[in-house]
Each structure stands twice: as C-alpha cells, then as structure tokens.
C-alpha cells in the first residue's frame, strides 16, 4: 500500500494524443464506414459506438469516482469509474 504521505494524481487520458485521435475521428469513421470499409470487414456494429464512448469517458473523474479506503492504515485515494455505467 502506498504511504499515507503520497498524493493521488490523476492520469489526465484526455491529455494523451491517441484519445485526441479518438475524439477528433471516430464520428467521421462512423459516417464513411459502409462505404468505404463494410464490403471487406462486415456492417458497422453499434457496440462498437458503446465502447468508444465508454473509453472517451473512463478515467475522467467528473464521470464518477469511488472512494477507496485501506481498512488498515486509512490511505484513501479516488480512482475514476470507467465509462458510463449504464451502457453495460
């Protein structure tokens, strides 16, 4: 367990230039893949949209965070809930 003396940083996904790639394209893939793309790899799934968007949004803590406690020493630290829990 970390020492109660260590601070909870926040990994910042939003930050990194792959979920900028995400961000910035996956509605214009969404929009060219029938006609580019469906005749060699198969129609679109719509669960496809469900993780992208659960990935968008996991790690961001105004999405939602749990409170976690060690019972032990009482270090606690907020790690961010992935994605939106109503998409399962």
């Not at 792959?18 to 793309?37: K, N, S």
């Not at 005749?39 to 993780?51: D, E, N, S």
């Not at 999405?63 to 998409?87: Q, S």
């Amino acid at each position: 367990m970390p020492s109660t003396s260590s601070v909870y940083r926040p990994r910042k996904p939003q930050d990194s230039q792959y979920y900028h790639c995400v961000e910035d394209h996956f509605e214009t893939l969404e929009q060219v893949y029938d006609e580019r793309f469906a005749k060699q790899y198969g129609f679109f799934r719509p669960y496809v949209r469900q993780v992208i968007y659960r990935y968008l949004d996991c790690g961001i803590l105004h999405n939602g965070f749990a409170r976690v406690r060690c019972g032990d020493c009482g270090h606690e630290y907020l790690p961010a809930l992935m994605g939106d829990p109503f998409l399962k």
